[in-house]
């Protein structure tokens, strides 16, 4: 069996970033990622702050994709929007103001490819493949897609890229030369990792399960997302077998808990019901060193404790950084940088 030579690779990972103006960790990467929801509202206004955001950033490479939120980058559901909110009784927008704050179908867009040069790449949905600067490849799987909340068989009236329940749809994670992708950027999680929601409902998952399906078909190195806030974390899972176990994926059937790690949860931050005087002050300490680093980290090279094993462990980001209301000190989340091994180039 041949060995494959594999270059050390640094990423910052974000997502929900929602218009705000975030400070950006003071550090150098080889790729930055963003999962998505870009803007709050989707306007011109914000885009460009999100770029002025994304040049703040020390990487060569700055890889982007769409959220729901990010509604004027999706062509067909800004045309619709546009019209509905300019031609309706009550309510109507002008269309001079609709083109002021939103600009034309594509516009939005053209921001993106005018950052080119700010080593800045917007991503359709599919496959896309980098040589790094720093010697290794990289393919990655992008999609801005997510299912319509709380099992609405409509899709919500100011969203882009989402789709109805009923309707469903293909996540095509597979290569043309069947390689392996090396990560895979969504906005929303795939179901069971990552995607609790503080409904109610403590059971209650925000995840879609056609998602999950294609990443346990395909397990990637990395799959980062945001999209549900409250799901901020990384666990690094490790898969059941050498492939999945039935024809319909599930994170019950293929995923292997024990021997998993659940790297960070916003759990380890929160006041927890019976916790002792000793585990307050640690909890507070652990809160208060993240805040001042200004990031998470975690890494799975080679040398590390807990190296990854490409094809057997996907290591899982949800990099969401706007909170919930209910959280109680109302601080954002900080990004993750992320180390992992990746094909060297040949």
């Given at each position: 069996?041949?060995?494959?030579?594999?270059?050390?690779?640094?990423?910052?990972?974000?997502?929900?970033?929602?218009?705000?103006?975030h400070i950006m960790p003071k550090v150098s990467v080889d790729v930055a990622i963003h999962c998505g929801d870009l803007t709050d509202h989707s306007k011109l206004e914000e885009f460009r702050s999100f770029l002025e955001l994304l040049k703040s950033i020390d990487a060569p490479l700055k890889l982007v994709i769409a959220g729901n939120h990010d509604f004027s980058?999706?062509?067909?559901?800004?045309?619709?929007?546009?019209?509905?909110?300019?031609?309706?009784?009550?309510?109507?927008?002008?269309?001079?103001?609709?083109?002021?704050?939103?600009?034309?179908?594509?516009?939005?867009?053209?921001?993106?490819?005018?950052?080119?040069?700010?080593?800045?790449?917007?991503?359709?949905?599919?496959?896309?493949?980098?040589?790094?600067?720093?010697?290794?490849?990289?393919?990655?799987?992008?999609?801005?897609?997510?299912?319509?909340?709380?099992?609405?068989?409509?899709?919500?009236?100011?969203?882009?890229?989402?789709?109805?329940?009923?309707?469903?749809?293909?996540?095509?994670?597979?290569?043309?030369?069947?390689?392996?992708?090396?990560?895979?950027?969504?906005?929303?999680?795939?179901?069971?990792?990552?995607?609790?929601?503080?409904?109610?409902?403590?059971?209650?998952?925000?995840?879609?399960?056609?998602?999950?399906?294609?990443?346990?078909?395909?397990?990637?190195?990395?799959?980062?997302?945001?999209?549900?806030?409250?799901g901020w974390g990384a666990k690094l899972v490790t898969w059941r077998g050498k492939e999945p176990t039935t024809t319909t994926p599930s994170h019950f059937t293929e995923i292997d808990n024990s021997a998993s790690i659940l790297i960070d949860s916003l759990a380890n931050y929160k006041p927890r019901k019976f916790e002792s005087e000793q585990d307050a002050k640690?909890?507070?300490?652990?809160?208060?060193?993240?805040?001042?680093?200004?990031?998470?980290?975690?890494?799975?090279?080679?040398?590390?404790?807990?190296?990854?094993?490409?094809?057997?462990?996907?290591?899982?980001?949800?990099?969401?950084?706007?909170?919930?209301?209910?959280?109680?000190?109302?601080?954002?989340?900080?990004?993750?940088?992320?180390?992992?091994?990746?094909?060297?180039?040949?």
């Amino acid at each position: 069996m041949g060995f494959t030579k594999t270059t050390k690779t640094s990423f910052l990972i974000l997502s929900d970033t929602h218009g705000k103006d975030h400070i950006m960790p003071k550090v150098s990467v080889d790729v930055a990622i963003h999962c998505g929801d870009l803007t709050d509202h989707s306007k011109l206004e914000e885009f460009r702050s999100f770029l002025e955001l994304l040049k703040s950033i020390d990487a060569p490479l700055k890889l982007v994709i769409a959220g729901n939120h990010d509604f004027s980058l999706d062509g067909t559901a800004f045309g619709k929007i546009t019209e509905e909110a300019t031609t309706r009784t009550e309510g109507k927008i002008e269309p001079e103001l609709m083109k002021k704050e939103f600009g034309d179908v594509g516009q939005a867009r053209q921001l993106f490819s005018d950052s080119e040069d700010e080593n800045i790449t917007f991503l359709d949905e599919g496959i896309h493949s980098f040589r790094l600067q720093n010697g290794a490849t990289l393919t990655v799987y992008a999609s801005p897609y997510t299912p319509s909340p709380n099992n609405f068989r409509e899709v919500p009236r100011l969203s882009g890229f989402q789709f109805k329940h009923d309707d469903g749809h293909n996540f095509s994670i597979s290569t043309p030369d069947n390689k392996r992708v090396d990560i895979a950027i969504t906005h929303g999680p795939p179901k069971g990792v990552l995607d609790r929601t503080c409904s109610n409902d403590r059971n209650k998952r925000g995840g879609c399960g056609q998602l999950f399906a294609a990443i346990a078909k395909a397990r990637p190195r990395l799959h980062c997302f945001g999209h549900i806030h409250e799901g901020w974390g990384a666990k690094l899972v490790t898969w059941r077998g050498k492939e999945p176990t039935t024809t319909t994926p599930s994170h019950f059937t293929e995923i292997d808990n024990s021997a998993s790690i659940l790297i960070d949860s916003l759990a380890n931050y929160k006041p927890r019901k019976f916790e002792s005087e000793q585990d307050a002050k640690d909890r507070k300490k652990r809160k208060e060193r993240l805040f001042r680093h200004g990031f998470r980290s975690t890494s799975h090279c080679k040398d590390d404790k807990h190296p990854l094993v490409a094809g057997q462990q996907t290591l899982f980001v949800n990099a969401a950084l706007e909170t919930i209301p209910e959280d109680e000190e109302g601080k954002e989340h900080v990004p993750w940088i992320v180390e992992l091994e990746l094909p060297s180039s040949e």
